[in-house]
Each structure stands twice: as structure tokens, then as C-alpha cells.
């Protein structure tokens, strides 16, 4: 059966670039402009599976995607972790002295927040998405008006480049998890070396220790841990956090103990590291 994968955005976007790369040009793009349609296209049966953006090495963590995935029980079956590159675009025959506002995704706009501080005369504008300004753009013949995008979408929407490599630190990649609503990950347990899990703990001294010193000692590698506020628990959290490790039978030991240790434990997602 043909995939049909929601991705935040239009075609052009970054969501849309990592789609392409973990399924293949053979897919149908289901386009959502915010991450909420994201995960009613997957709850409705509009797509098979999405593309989420989760974390980015300059902003952190979007957090309440975590929310999103925890509360509608999606299923994370695998990661991708994209290098951003993004570029200043507007009409052709514009130059940057003519630019006014720049529109884009506020994620994109705080990691470029150091090339537009030597640009004052510029206003900068959080917008849905980067490829969907570039889009408007180019279809509304907006004069003074530029966006923050990649390069594809550049060349989808005929823009010219006004700055190429705008992020402030040059390193810069996002980290996407990819979506589905069915039971399990799908992936063969073979290749299963990375988990997301989210736990609760007793609120006493030491409690989170505990778990973290379980982990360590069933031989998982913590990679990241994030926590969410409790929102009917005042003053409580929640824990959501990545491992990687070298054995499954480590990972199921692990697993075993935690639902018993801890107050409540949920696997979001068992699937292979990219960066293993």
C-alpha cells in the first residue's frame, strides 16, 4: 500500500525533505499546518504515517509535541536527524536593503537570531510554516517581504537567495520523530537499539535517581531526558526520555523492573538509532 505521510507544512519544507528521505519519493504528502492537524491526520486515517519535529541542537526541545505524542497514544517507529541549512529569500530583483519583514516558523526565526541582530531594520514575523511563506510570496508578488526557508523551497517557489547559512551555529540539525497510530513500532526486534519511554515517579528523595541508576545498570545509555509538568498533579512531572543499548534482552530486563519500580511507565517507541 502506497504511504501517506502528514508532515508539518507544505512541500518544500523541512518536514517535507525528511519524508522524502526516511520513505522515498513514492509517497503522498498530506500537508498540516500545525502540529495539532498533524495528529488528527494520523487519528482520522488521513495519512499512514507523519513526520514530527521533536528537538533542534540550537533551540532544544519542542515540548509540547511530547504531549502530543504521550496523550494520543502515537507510536514512535523511528528517527531521522536532519542538518538545517537556512537561506533568506524574496523576489527576484529584491536586495536585502529592500527588506522590511521577514516571515517564518518561529523555530527558524530563533535560529538565525544573530544574523538578523546586525539587520535592525527588519521585522521579524512568526509565521506557520517556512516553505508556506516562500510559497505567498512568490504567489502574492510580496515586495519587502522575505522568508526564512531551505533552499528547495527557493527552487519550488522561484525566490531568489538573499543569504545562504543564516543559522547562528553552522552545525545546526533538527531531530524528527516519525509517527504512526499502530500498536508497535513495526520495526524487527533485530534491529531495535533505541527506546522512548515516559515515566512517573514517587515524589521523595531520590526517586528519579533510582530509575536513572536501573537504566545504568541494565546497561542503557541515556541520550536525553525531558521533563513535563503534571498538569492535574500541581508541582509534578513527567519524564520522557531516550536510550540507546547494545541488547534487547538488556532493554526488556530494564523495562521489567521500571514497571514495577516506577509509578507508571509507557513505552512511546522501540526503533533503530540513526546515529548508531
Not at 519583514?101 to 544573530?114: F, G, I, N, R
Amino acid at each position: 500500500m502506497r504511504k501517506k505521510v502528514a508532515i508539518q507544512g507544505i512541500k518544500g519544507s523541512y518536514h517535507h525533505g525528511v519524508a522524502q528521505a526516511y520513505f522515498g519519493d513514492e509517497i503522498d504528502i498530506d500537508e498540516c499546518m500545525s502540529f495539532q492537524d498533524l495528529v488528527h491526520s494520523l487519528e482520522k486515517a488521513k495519512s499512514t504515517d507523519a513526520v514530527m519535529a521533536i528537538e533542534n541542537s540550537i533551540a532544544g526541545s519542542i515540548i509540547p509535541n511530547y504531549a502530543y505524542i504521550d496523550e494520543h497514544n502515537l507510536t514512535i517507529s523511528g528517527e531521522y536527524f536532519l542538518p538545517i541549512h537556512h537561506c533568506l529569500m524574496a523576489l527576484h530583483g529584491q536586495e536585502l536593503s529592500d527588506i522590511k519583514e521577514v516571515y517564518s516558523h518561529p523555530m527558524a526565526l530563533l535560529q538565525c537570531k544573530e544574523f538578523f541582530r546586525g539587520l535592525p531594520h527588519i521585522k521579524l514575523v512568526e509565521d506557520a510554516d517556512t516553505a508556506d511563506v516562500a510559497k505567498r510570496i512568490e504567489k502574492q508578488g510580496l515586495q519587502g517581504v522575505a522568508a526564512v526557508a531551505g533552499e528547495t523551497a527557493a527552487k519550488i517557489y522561484n525566490l531568489n537567495i538573499l543569504a545562504k547559512e543564516i543559522q547562528t551555529i553552522k552545525s545546526n540539525s533538527t531531530r524528527f520523530f516519525i509517527l504512526n497510530t499502530r500498536e508497535d513500532s513495526g520495526v524487527d526486534e533485530k534491529d531495535i537499539n533505541k527506546a522512548s519511554l515516559k515515566f512517573l515517579t514517587d515524589h521523595k528523595r531520590g526517586s528519579l535517581a533510582t530509575v536513572l541508576n536501573v537504566m545504568s545498570d541494565c546497561r542503557l545509555n541515556l541520550t536525553k531526558i525531558q521533563s513535563l509538568p503534571i498538569i492535574e498533579m500541581p508541582w509534578k512531572y513527567s519524564f520522557f526520555v531516550d536510550v540507546t543499548f547494545n541488547s534487547y534482552n538488556d532493554y526488556q530486563k530494564a523495562i521489567s523492573i521500571l514497571k514495577i519500580m516506577a509509578l507508571e511507565l509507557k513505552v512511546l517507541g522501540e526503533y533503530k538509532n540513526q546515529n548508531g
